[in-house]
């Protein structure tokens, strides 16, 4: 790292500008520095002659000529991103550009405990960085996502309610047995909002990310920053009150969206209707596999079957219940929605967003945008490949590699 | 404002310091530059030697030394503020280290509409003014607070729910009928919240401040500014929902906070179990005053009147249940209470503060504190020359000035 060190803070603010506005033309990249044409001009060379930068593709400029771009250097190396599920494990080697050079998904179970999960982890990590014909060293920077609460000075889960045997197992220093590169660690709905942010180039200044899954979670942008709270729990909205009068959740409150509307809920809601009798279709389908998931209640919804229909309409009020209040409390110019119940079907999202429209005040709504995420299930990779990379050109790297 | 146009950025830098810091002797002030010791020392005494700063009094220094402060200087001017509440108006001069030199509050309907209110606004304006044997051209900045979401780049008004006939209002072209001084108009509670970021000299990073009186709102501090949303309309509390079964509001929709347990709401109850015969207390007092205020149910819960005692309780506890959805979701170090409401009695407090510790998650609350605002009444006003001044320092009282 340590030619890294030797950079100065604007040749940083350079680098960290070329990530965030996807290689840019110069055109378009010297106004966002706080320096003078001259000055940055020169910064930009000396990146370029030292191999921090290289110059891009042809982009068509406004003019009408093609102005080249500037791009992180390739033999900086690359990012290995993972985003560890409660149910899924997404392992990936992004180039500088956060492309997504290799990635492997399966399922896991995040109870298994924090050294089989991560065991698994490095082992992808060694695996996909041999399909890209690389080395250990190649590695800049380590991005990782988990579903739960993040200290995010040390890296560590704190009271994760869905995975107790998480609360602050070193994290860092577990992935640091392989690699010399610094690790970063942060909730996973947090990046996926820090992914979307960089989507959008930092545009949209105040925006959330809710993630509808086996828990439900808020990724929450305010001031074009990521706000983790003053104990990084902030956007734990499963646990917000949808019903009074609704059943116990672990979190020992009743009514708790996650309990009424998460993944097992949808699960169990279903099973009720399959036994009951009052889905035939679900029934079918509960025995051939012995068990329901959320996916097969869309499927049984699209199929018209009303039960099924009807369970996939409530989970989507009930979370569209919830941002109302979270709406009219933050007024974001835009919720995105990801995770996996996004993929149970368009009428979740429907009910969803009629619910929001519905329940908060016209002011926070006239120009407010519901919709899926654009980076859909690349957000929590892509997000961890921005965390680290920011942090390795915010010039914090060295510090956390030799801490 | 000729003589403002030629202060430096860093010139500004410094005073805008100064206001931050309440006045700070120069081994406070300087760490907190982004300027080298030297730099800072020249700005600083070129600063005293036009007469933009001067040097207070003596305060001991960490050495046991007394070491002099430095302030605004008074010949700079002084702020002229309003706080416009839903049913008061409360008028100050306020000299540049935002302390209250003269004020006046009494009781409004901001309903009778923005003329009648802001010519009563200007005539105190005019009277508080002649009381510190100052004139117009003395008025260095104005900050007005009115109770409803502001488009804060005009100025105005937004569909306000609780006063129609200000919608879209130019308040601040009425105001400069008397005053060369430019005008910055924000809602009440934002002000609230930026009183009290200035009082904990913006060492409270993520705060928010709940107002409750007729209506409920919230002020939100996120990495030390003033969050107002995509729209202007963050913080809009008072519709969220704490009863799925509740009454109607009058924005539509059911349940809503404010429509359960705002001033009018507890009046309203008061009033029932006066007639009901549920509380002798509240009957006898309705009796002679024609009319109960939240006031009256304090005192009466305190006597002992069970009836009274339930309703304070009931109140406190469905905002501190909005407060537990707007804790998860937000994740404060402090939640400050304000308003009218809390003049009621510490029944209040305790049961609103119980509800947010039992309905949010361990993670939220463990360093939580929940109090009352410690500016108390005075936020609102010390809020409004907060932000008038801090805008002229900004360098955009010129612009404003002449629109």
Request: charged share 15%; net charge negative; hydrophobic share 45%.
């Given at each position: 790292m340590d030619r890294w060190s030797r950079l100065t803070p604007h040749e940083l603010n350079v680098l960290e500008s070329v990530l965030w506005l996807h290689g840019p033309t110069r055109d378009a990249l010297l106004p966002r520095l706080s320096l003078s044409r001259t000055q940055a001009n020169s910064v930009v060379a000396g990146l370029l002659e030292q191999g921090w930068l290289e110059r891009g593709g042809q982009r068509e400029s406004s003019g009408?000529r093609r102005a080249e771009t500037l791009c992180l250097h390739p033999s900086l190396g690359v990012l290995?991103?993972?985003?560890?599920?409660?149910?899924?494990?997404?392992?990936?080697?992004l180039g500088l550009d956060l492309k997504?050079r290799?990635?492997?998904?399966?399922?896991?179970?995040?109870?298994?405990?924090?050294?089989?999960?991560?065991?698994?982890?490095?082992?992808?990590?060694?695996?996909?960085?041999?399909?890209c014909k690389l080395k250990?060293r190649d590695v800049l920077a380590?991005?990782?996502?988990?579903?739960?609460?993040?200290?995010?000075?040390?890296?560590?889960?704190?009271?994760?309610?869905?995975?107790?045997?998480?609360?602050?197992?070193?994290?860092?220093?577990?992935?640091?047995?392989?690699?010399a590169a610094p690790?970063?660690?942060?909730?996973?709905?947090?990046?996926?909002?820090?992914?979307?942010?960089w989507?959008?180039k930092?545009?949209?200044?105040?925006?959330?990310?809710?993630?509808?899954?086996?828990?439900?979670?808020?990724?929450?942008?305010?001031?074009?920053?990521?706000?983790?709270?003053?104990?990084?729990?902030?956007?734990?909205?499963?646990?917000?009150?949808?019903?009074?009068?609704?059943?116990?959740?672990?979190?020992?409150?009743?009514?708790?969206?996650?309990?009424?509307?998460?993944?097992?809920?949808?699960?169990?809601?279903?099973?009720?209707?399959?036994?009951?009798?009052?889905?035939?279709?679900?029934?079918?389908?509960?025995?051939?596999?012995?068990?329901?998931?959320?996916?097969?209640?869309?499927?049984?919804?699209?199929?018209?079957?009303?039960?099924?229909?009807?369970?996939?309409?409530?989970?989507?009020?009930?979370?569209?219940?919830?941002?109302?209040?979270?709406?009219?409390?933050?007024?974001?110019?835009?919720?995105?929605?990801?995770?996996?119940?996004?993929?149970?079907?368009?009428?979740?999202?429907?009910?969803?967003?009629?619910?929001?429209?519905?329940?908060?005040?016209?002011?926070?709504?006239?120009?407010?945008?519901?919709?899926?995420?654009?980076?859909?299930?690349?957000?929590?990779?892509?997000?961890?490949g921005v965390?680290a990379l920011q942090e390795v050109l915010r010039g914090r790297g060295k510090v956390?590699a030799?801490?």
């Open positions: 009408g290995l991103c993972a985003d560890i599920g409660a149910t899924s494990l997404d392992v990936a080697v997504l290799e990635r492997h998904t399966e399922a896991i179970d995040v109870r298994a405990g924090p050294a089989a999960v991560l065991a698994r982890t490095r082992a992808l990590m060694r695996e996909l960085l041999a399909r250990p380590i991005g990782l996502g988990v579903p739960g609460p993040v200290d995010f000075a040390t890296g560590q889960l704190v009271e994760p309610p869905l995975m107790p045997g998480w609360d602050s197992y070193a994290i860092r220093e577990d992935l640091r047995s392989d690699y690790v970063w660690v942060d909730n996973d709905v947090n990046l996926m909002a820090l992914a979307e942010l989507r959008v930092r545009e949209l200044q105040n925006f959330l990310l809710i993630k509808v899954g086996t828990g439900i979670g808020c990724g929450i942008v305010c001031h074009a920053e990521v706000y983790r709270g003053a104990n990084g729990s902030a956007g734990d909205v499963g646990h917000i009150c949808v019903d009074p009068g609704g059943p116990r959740c672990h979190c020992g409150n009743v009514g708790c969206v996650e309990v009424m509307a998460g993944g097992p809920a949808i699960a169990r809601d279903a099973t009720a209707a399959a036994r009951s009798g009052a889905s035939e279709l679900l029934a079918q389908r509960l025995a051939e596999a012995g068990v329901l998931t959320p996916e097969d209640v869309g499927l049984a919804g699209r199929a018209g079957d009303t039960a099924a229909h009807q369970i996939v309409q409530r989970a989507g009020q009930l979370v569209g219940q919830m941002l109302a209040s979270v709406v009219n409390l933050f007024n974001p110019s835009h919720v995105f929605v990801g995770g996996g119940l996004t993929r149970i079907g368009p009428l979740y999202l429907a009910a969803l967003r009629q619910c929001v429209y519905q329940r908060s005040l016209a002011l926070s709504t006239r120009h407010l945008e519901v919709g899926y995420s654009p980076l859909g299930d690349s957000a929590g990779l892509i997000g961890a965390l956390m030799a801490p």
